[in-house]
């Protein structure tokens, strides 16, 4: 049974609808390039109950940004696209768990060791041309995870659907999944029932 996190939560009715579903871990979106970008203080109105695990998506941070948007609202994991080094220096400054997003086209891209992190997001690498490192709904080649033997939990990430997870599950793997676009009706607009689906789908793998 497949845990399962829905991103780019931006709303109050989609944080509620991503709960209700029985999503493990929201998503919030930091980055302003992101159609689902959100603020510190959009983030802190969405509610935190505890009823879910929050995680803040952060893209070539420094402390400062972190700081800000903690000011504001209560984040549990923090999902980073930087450098291993960084996600260290970022760990110990905030005391909060990192994962680290991992861009993947071989398994010589997979990490080998836990880079003293608390995690990963493993998802294809962005194609050409792309504004972002991750939420592109490109998927990964799923075998590639499949003699991985890695070093921390990780969620597969990249193109995952309600009608594509099962399988995707299947063949690479994964204990955890990580979901976006594929449960969204128009770029940042999440859909109940399609998180609904995922998360179903997710835990009948």
Excluded: H
């Amino acid at each position: 049974m497949a845990r399962s996190k829905i991103c780019g939560i931006n709303t109050p009715a989609a944080y509620r609808a991503a709960v209700d579903a029985g999503a493990d871990w929201v998503g919030l979106n930091f980055y302003p390039r992101s159609p689902r970008y959100i603020t510190g203080p959009e983030a802190a109105a969405l509610g935190a109950d505890g009823t879910v695990t929050r995680v803040g998506l952060f893209v070539a941070p420094d402390a400062a940004m972190i700081a800000t948007v903690l000011a504001a609202t209560s984040l549990d994991v923090l999902q980073l696209y930087t450098d291993a080094a960084t996600c260290r220096a970022l760990r110990a400054a905030f005391g909060l768990p990192v994962w680290r997003a991992v861009g993947v086209a071989a398994a010589a891209d997979l990490p080998d060791d836990d880079e003293g992190l608390d995690g990963f997001i493993i998802e294809s690498k962005p194609p050409a041309g792309a504004d972002r490192p991750g939420g592109n709904a490109v998927a990964l080649d799923w075998t590639v995870t499949q003699a991985w033997q890695a070093p921390a939990p990780w969620l597969l990430a990249g193109g995952l659907t309600p009608d594509n997870v099962a399988e995707a599950i299947t063949r690479s793997g994964a204990t955890a999944v990580d979901v976006s676009s594929g449960v969204e009706t128009a770029p940042g607009v999440k859909s109940a029932d399609l998180m609904r689906q995922f998360v179903r789908a997710a835990r009948g793998a």
